[in-house]
């Protein structure tokens, strides 16, 4: 008597990969709510809102290739950049801080900059890349 053996399919063949890939999705889904975003948070204004900033109320910066900092075409350490925005906001509450920064400079101080007006609670803050024309 011959016994009559079961036929094995293979893992595509069988609902097993199906199943696989339903799981798969399932985890993606879940793992995408876990998103941490960790970088500068800034509150941009809206598209159409007009604010009006008086030329009293603005500290303008730049920064080198070289990633120093200048104001009023003084070359100025970093801790003076700090105290100069601090005692600038204790005068002006409607502050506006601008950096405007060379393409070529070191990204990490950059990051420094944005942080210090971020710990000094700076409400406006700017920055832009230099243009071609203007190094």
């Known amino acids: 008597m011959k016994i009559s053996r079961r036929k094995k399919y293979g893992f595509l ?3 097993a ?8 999705i399932i985890y993606f889904l879940v793992i995408a709510g876990f998103n941490i975003n960790k970088g500068y948070i800034m509150n941009l204004p809206a598209k ?17 290739e070289t990633g120093e ?3 009023s075409g003084e070359i100025i350490p ?7 925005i601090a005692s600038s906001q204790r ?3 409607n502050l506006s801080v601008i950096i405007s ?17 971020q710990d ?9 890349m230099k243009k071609e024309d203007e190094l």
Do not use: Y
């Open 48 to 64: 159409d809102s007009t604010r009006m900033i008086m030329r009293d109320d603005l500290l303008r910066f730049e920064m080198t």
């Open 17 to 24: 990969a199906s199943d696989l890939a339903f799981l798969l």
């Open 13 to 15: 063949e069988t609902c």
């Open 101 to 117: 920064i060379d393409s070529n400079a070191e990204w990490q101080r950059v990051v420094h900059f944005v942080e210090i007006a």
């Open 120 to 128: 000094l609670q700076v409400d406006s803050f700017s920055f832009s």
């Open 91 to 93: 005068e002006n509450p």
């Open 78 to 84: 970093i801790n003076r950049a700090r105290s100069l």
């Open 69 to 71: 900092i200048v104001h």
